[in-house]
């Protein structure tokens, strides 16, 4: 991969950090880029991933995936540089807030971020993006919970209703379901590369498995972990970000990934995963109602949407 560019969204902690690590280990001439909110937070995992790997060209991009126009930005930011062809985008950033918050736009922030953000993002990069070359959209096996879990398998229905939910919403399901939505997207990008444009793009999505050690768990009580640990560790659902971060990692650096796309990818095993992730037609609404949201435009993607 050396002469070849890998952006990580959210590359500045916890499963994106090892993500990273584990690529630059891989790879010391490789370019990582980490595109992060937090600025100087990703200054900082630049400074310690240089130590750790001796790879000296990590650098940061601002990227606000709660705002539309910081994604259009940082696309066309992207674009214009002197970069090495850029070989993968890893989609990993989100969150689960504990209350209801909005993005720029409007929309409901784990929707909006966890996938919307997301969804403009890849669009916008797709047709950058080297043949051969990889997306990866770091979905959750919450979007497939055991039955013990205290919310139902997530069903997508309606985009606005996401963007835009009542008080009567499960908030429980927000999380779960645009997890959903990023694995959604997986198989719908995936299907119309192939389909509709001659690139050879490699799209998939991840399992990290249950995390309780990072910052997207951070709204979550001593108790709530301490529960969710023994259930994962009962299940065997447990991740972390050294052992799922590596197996990320492995998506973009291992030759056995090549010519492999619209699966998911449970650390390093190909994985059914729910019934409604399956669904073509909720998988064609999805596509099509989440670019009526974002307002994406002809001329910024390469694949139909409409």
């Not at 790879?55 to 126009?69: F, G, H, P, T, Y």
């Not at 119309?192 to 990072?214: D, Q, Y």
């Not at 799922?244 to 090549?258: C, I, Q, R």
Request: with cysteine; hydrophobic share 40%; glycine share 6%.
């Amino acid at each position: 991969m050396s002469n070849k560019a890998i952006i990580i969204t959210g590359g500045n902690s916890g499963l994106g950090f090892q993500c990273a690590k584990n690529i630059a280990l891989v790879d010391k001439e490789a370019t990582i880029i980490l595109a992060c909110r937090n600025i100087q937070k990703a200054e900082s995992a630049i400074q310690e991933l240089a130590n750790e790997t001796g790879n000296k060209n990590i650098s940061v991009r601002s990227l606000d995936l709660a705002s539309l126009d910081s994604v259009r930005s940082f696309a066309k930011n992207i674009k214009a540089e002197n970069l090495p062809p850029l070989y993968a985008l890893v989609c990993n950033a989100g969150l689960n807030p504990t209350t209801l918050t909005y993005t720029k736009e409007g929309f409901e922030t784990t929707f909006g971020v966890n996938h919307l953000g997301h969804y403009l993002l890849a669009n916008l990069l797709l047709d950058t993006i080297e043949d051969n070359g990889k997306i990866i959209f770091v979905s959750s096996d919450t979007h497939n919970p055991p039955k013990i879990f205290p919310f139902p398998a997530p069903v997508f229905e309606n985009a606005e209703r996401l963007a835009h939910p009542q008080e009567q919403d499960n908030a429980m399901l927000r999380y779960p379901t645009s997890k959903l939505c990023n694995l959604m997207t997986a198989y719908a990008m995936s299907e119309k590369a192939r389909k509709e444009t001659e690139k050879v793009v490699n799209i998939n999505a991840f399992n990290p498995g249950l995390m309780v050690s990072t910052n997207l768990n951070g709204g979550s009580s001593h108790v709530q972990n301490a529960i969710m640990i023994i259930f994962g560790k009962v299940l065997g659902r447990l991740g972390s970000a050294e052992g799922s971060g590596k197996a990320l990692a492995e998506m973009v650096t291992s030759l056995k990934y090549d010519n492999v796309t619209g699966k998911y990818i449970d650390r390093g095993v190909d994985t059914k995963s729910s019934t409604a992730s399956y669904d073509k037609i909720a998988i064609e609404k999805l596509w099509k109602e989440s670019a009526e949201l974002v307002h994406l435009q002809k001329n910024e993607t390469i694949l139909s949407f409409e």
